[in-house]
T-cell receptor, first 115, second 119 residues
Framework: NAGVTQTPKFRVLKTGQSMTLLCAQD?????MYWYRQDPGMGLRLIHY???????AKGEVPDGYNVSRLKKQNFLLGLESAAPSQTSVYFC??????????????FGQGTRLTVV | AQTVTQSQPEMSVQEAETVTLSCTYD???????LFWYKQPPSRQMILVIR??????QNATENRFSVNFQKAAKSFSLKISDSQLGDTAMYFC????????????????FGKGTKLSVIP
């Protein structure tokens, strides 16, 4: 049981380049989230999805796009990377929050550097 | 939208002592979950403890317990018998329960408290 897997784990981009981060979960979770973590800022929500084919903006969505074409995958895209997008990115997933054992499961993070 | 505030950026505690981390939140929801997550230097996010808002009894998990004050919107974490392995960032988080109100299903985190356990 792999849980939540993020690809890649590390990446260095040049300003203006594009890339896609992949999050895959094998727990049949309905909800998926993308966060960025910066020193002193905690985890800030970029975009999230409450089901296949649905996405919604979080706290810091500018410069990012997402897609959830399959229930198990949640893709985060950077169309034109900027140095301000240098960060550690986390993906998380949960069941629809109603179970007693509700919790978010996280990937291992992706360290992205934009130079 | 809900907000989560952790007012202690850093704390330290002597090994074997007890420490309490604070968290307050703001929401108009009535049914929700509150969580404490631990992030050690490995960067992995680990669930420490969970509280459902409709439960009056405070959650406990071994050395970890919470003081949940729903009216005050306060959710503090107490770590007893602190161990070196407790050194980590601790995040408080909020999520509303399904079919509860019209708000979004965002999972919202505070900025974290960096806890150092001193030998």
């Amino acid at each position: 049981n792999a849980g939540v897997t993020q690809t890649p784990k590390f990446r260095v981009l040049k300003t203006g380049q594009s890339m896609t981060l992949l999050c895959a979960q094998d727990m049949n979770h309905e909800y998926m989230y993308w966060y960025r973590q910066d020193p002193g800022m905690g985890l800030r929500l970029i975009h999230y999805s409450v089901g296949e084919g649905t996405t919604a903006k979080g706290e810091v969505p500018d410069g990012y796009n997402v897609s959830r074409l399959k229930k198990q995958n949640f893709l985060l895209g950077l169309e034109s990377a900027a140095p301000s997008q240098t960060s550690v990115y986390f993906c998380a997933s949960t069941f629809t929050p109603g179970r007693p054992d509700t919790e978010a499961f996280f990937g291992q993070g992706t360290r992205l550097t934009v130079v | 939208a809900q907000t989560v505030t952790q007012s202690q950026p850093e704390m330290s505690v002597q090994e074997a002592e007890t420490v309490t981390l604070s968290c307050t939140y703001d929401t108009s929801e009535n049914n929700y979950y509150l969580f404490w997550y631990k992030q050690p230097p490995s960067r992995q996010m680990i669930l420490v403890i969970r509280q459902e808002a409709y439960k009056q009894q405070n959650a406990t998990e071994n050395r970890f317990s919470v003081n949940f004050q729903k009216a005050a919107k306060s959710f503090s974490l107490k770590i007893s018998d602190s161990q070196l392995g407790d050194t980590a960032m601790y995040f408080c988080a909020f999520m509303k329960r399904r079919y509860s109100g019209a708000g979004s299903y965002q999972l919202t985190f505070g900025k974290g408290t960096k806890l150092s356990v001193i030998p």
